[in-house]
């Protein structure tokens, strides 16, 4: 099975944030490190690679300073990163620009994160999906993969403690 895994490179232990001189961001300086939900997204991949076999592709969106989160994807494990070089914080141009990189990779599955702790949008895991064609499963918590990585049955959250569980099948 063939995964990408969408990473972005969130700011920490910022210092001296200031907006940008054309008001169109803040600019800071700190580290940056991988978005804690896509991380998880990073595991999960990760894991359904030994199971099932294949390989990981970590892709993000950004200037050189995100590259980082790529050098930390290989080291956990995955195959292959790809950065997309563009400074962008827009979600909407974000999912345009994984999607174009996304579609050249031959994925059978592409995870990501839930939510940026930065820009808290929810909209490029699943922007990005409707971007490819693709089938979407939001809000994911558990995933179960049969061993030939044909089937995954997912569980998701619905809200108010309430969950689905659905059968999906692999490209």
């Known amino acids: ?10 700011p920490t232990n ?21 978005n804690t939900s896509d991380e998880y997204a990073l595991e999960l991949a990760l894991l359904l690679r030994r199971n ?7 892709v993000t969106v950004g ?12 080291a956990k494990g995955a195959d292959q990163a790809l950065r997309v070089d563009c400074d962008e914080f827009d979600p909407n ?3 345009f620009l994984l999607a ?3 579609r050249d990779l031959n994925a059978d599955l592409v995870l990501s994160g839930v939510e940026s702790s930065d820009g808290m949008a929810s909209q490029v895991g699943i922007s990005t ?9 939001y809000a994911v918590t558990r995933v179960e993969c049969d061993s030939e990585g ?13 969950y689905q569980t659905l059968e999906i099948r692999t490209p």
Do not use: H, W
Not at 14 to 34: C, H, L, M, N, Q
């Open 93 to 95: 141009v974000t999912s």
């Open 129 to 137: 999906g409707a971007q490819l064609g693709a089938a979407t499963v």
């Open 150 to 162: 044909k089937t995954l049955t997912v569980t998701r959250e619905l809200g108010g403690g309430r």
């Open 100 to 102: 174009r990189a996304i």
């Open 63 to 74: 200037s050189t300073r995100s590259q980082d989160v790529l050098y930390v994807a290989i």
């Open 52 to 58: 099932a076999g294949g390989s990981v592709t970590a």
């Open 14 to 34: 910022v210092k001296s944030p200031v907006p940008a001189e054309d008001g169109s961001a803040i600019v800071t300086e700190g580290d940056r490190f991988i």
């Open 1 to 10: 099975m063939n995964i990408v895994v969408c990473l972005k490179a969130v």
